[in-house]
T-cell receptor
Framework: DAKTTQPPSMDCAEGRAANLPCNHSTISGNEYVYWYRQIHSQGPQYIIH???NNETNEMASLIITEDRKSSTLILPHATLRDTAVYYC????????????FGQGTELSVKP | ETGVTQTPRHLVMGMTNKKSLKCEQHLGHNAMYWYKQSAKKPLELMFVYNFKEQTENNSVPSRFSPECPNSSHLFLHLHTLQPEDSALYLC????????????FGQGTRLTVV
């Protein structure tokens, strides 16, 4: 079973920030938080990952709470192309591809 | 384009047919994976290969037979499938060691009739 809990769906207005929450209250000290997204009928795409510090790249920012029991993925200026299912995954495995996917959050970006 | 290529993109096969799915990556990765995504269900990890050796089989029925001839190629051989095996089959690759991301192919949409 997935070790994370995410809301099943969210809406966001185009151009606004999308904040996607994830709870991982049973996360272990050596587990990282990964975010992937899957646009309809395509393969998942890696977005970002982190251990305890906040991370930012060209796609998004990842904010992890100090107790590491939850995190938020931020898409700073959502576009229609960001409409997708977003998956939050925790993993300590030293292989990036061994992932346990949950149901994710279906983000709809609306004009 | 992720660097992971899957063929064919779509496949329709009868229950008595034998077919193969192909996955290819030229990213220099040494681990490859097969995932299955059925309608309305999360992605499920099926097989893991590290350095061409199978290291994980998540209770997958024997009608699915993987093959990894080298670190760049991965096959999934299919025979006597059932209609409930209809799904999107995704291949992924990554490096072994360290926290790295996985790269997924676009998938093969399989329909068993």
């Amino acid at each position: 079973d997935a070790k994370t809990t995410q809301p099943p769906s969210m809406d966001c207005a185009e151009g606004r920030a999308a904040n996607l929450p994830c709870n991982h209250s049973t996360i272990s000290g050596n587990e990282y938080v990964y975010w992937y997204r899957q646009i309809h009928s395509q393969g998942p795409q890696y977005i970002i990952h982190g251990l305890k510090n906040n991370e930012t790249n060209e796609m998004a920012s990842l904010i992890i709470t100090e107790d590491r029991k939850s995190s938020t993925l931020i898409l700073p200026h959502a576009t229609l192309r960001d409409t997708a299912v977003y998956y939050c995954i925790v993993s300590s495995d030293n292989q990036g591809g061994k992932l346990i996917f949950g149901q994710g959050t279906e983000l709809s970006v609306k004009p | 384009e992720t660097g992971v290529t899957q063929t064919p993109r779509h496949l329709v096969m009868g229950m008595t047919n034998k077919k193969s799915l192909k996955c290819e990556q030229h990213l220099g990765h040494n681990a490859m994976y097969w995932y299955k995504q059925s309608a309305k269900k999360p992605l499920e990890l099926m097989f893991v290969y590290n350095f061409k050796e199978q290291t994980e089989n998540n209770s997958v029925p024997s009608r699915f037979s993987p093959e990894c001839p080298n670190s760049s190629h991965l096959f999934l051989h299919l025979h006597t499938l059932q209609p409930e095996d209809s799904a999107l089959y995704l291949c992924a690759s990554s490096l072994v060691g360290g926290t790295t991301e996985a790269f997924f192919g676009q998938g093969t949409r399989l329909t068993v009739v």
